[in-house]
């Protein structure tokens, strides 16, 4: 059956001294817990290599936050998935809204993205969500099939190493979470897509994430949904003991 992940996204947040710090402290919980979930940090580039020589990626996850759509080449200031895969990392966020809104992200890149993180064993954790706009005229469904409907050239062996990410976007970072009902409805939704391209079984192994101000005061209610598994956390990932709150959740 799919897994259940924690995973925490810094975005662009705390130095390298700082990251490692955070990174050291999370380990430490996550090797003295028991855990009923895999546990993910998601860091800035700069971040990956002393992050990954501070943990055992073996209990807990690394990723990046993004990568290049190209493989190699004269794209300066970009970091391929090679590069992210060289690191250690095992994970890579594509999709995530900010990336969409402030950098021009577009289906067609992330397809070109997608495509190179599994050819270098990167699990991409692939966001989609809507805005409040398209939340209040109701095509919040439709947005959000269309999303996931890039992934669809996908053959089904490759759809099964990806991770989904819903994020309505007017819940990331204002505090105002989508109720548990909200994320079921939409989670499920998500999930009949996929059944309806892939199969019953590639749909029910899928693991669909939750993001937008997910913090340990809420995170249980939202994982006990049925279509919920796990969350994808960003301002509440950047102190130890709140993260660890959220992968408690599943205790
Ligand atoms: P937030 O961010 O938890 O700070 O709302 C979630 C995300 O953007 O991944």
């Known amino acids: 059956m799919r897994k259940n992940i924690v995973a925490g996204n810094w975005k662009m947040n705390t130095t390298v001294q700082e990251g490692v710090e955070l990174a050291k402290q999370v380990n430490d919980c996550v090797k003295a817990g028991h855990n009923?979930?895999?546990?993910?940090?998601?860091?800035p580039f700069t971040h990956l290599c002393p992050v990954a020589g501070v943990i055992d990626t073996a209990v807990l996850g690394l990723g990046a936050e993004n990568c290049a759509d190209k493989l190699s080449g004269a794209y300066t200031g970009e970091v391929s998935a090679p590069m992210v895969a060289s690191t250690g990392a095992g994970y890579v966020i594509l999709g995530h809204s900010e990336r969409r809104q402030y950098y021009g992200e577009t289906n067609e890149t992330l397809k070109a993205k997608t495509r190179l993180a599994l050819d270098n064993n990167l699990i991409p954790i692939f966001c989609v969500g809507e805005v409040l706009e398209e939340r209040e005229n109701g095509t919040y469904n439709d947005v959000v099939s269309s999303q996931v409907e890039a992934l669809f050239d996908l053959d089904a062996n490759d759809f099964s190493k990806i991770v989904i990410a819903y994020e309505p976007v007017w819940a990331i970072g204002t505090g105002k979470t989508a109720t548990a009902d909200q994320a079921q409805d939409m989670h499920a939704h998500i999930r009949?897509?996929?059944?309806?391209?892939?199969?019953?079984?590639?749909?029910?192994?899928?693991?669909?994430?939750?993001?937008?101000?997910?913090?340990?005061?809420?995170?249980?209610?939202?994982?006990?949904?049925?279509?919920?598994?796990?969350?994808?956390?960003?301002?509440?990932?950047?102190?130890?003991?709140?993260?660890?709150?959220?992968?408690?959740?599943?205790?």
């Open 192 to 251: 009949k897509v996929i059944e309806q391209k892939y199969g019953k079984e590639i749909a029910d192994n899928t693991s669909i994430l939750y993001g937008g101000s997910c913090k340990p005061t809420n995170a249980r209610e939202l994982f006990a949904k049925p279509d919920v598994d796990g969350g994808l956390i960003g301002g509440a990932a950047l102190k130890a003991d709140s993260f660890m709150g959220i992968v408690e959740a599943f205790n």
């Open 36 to 43: 009923n979930c895999d546990v993910v940090i998601c860091v």
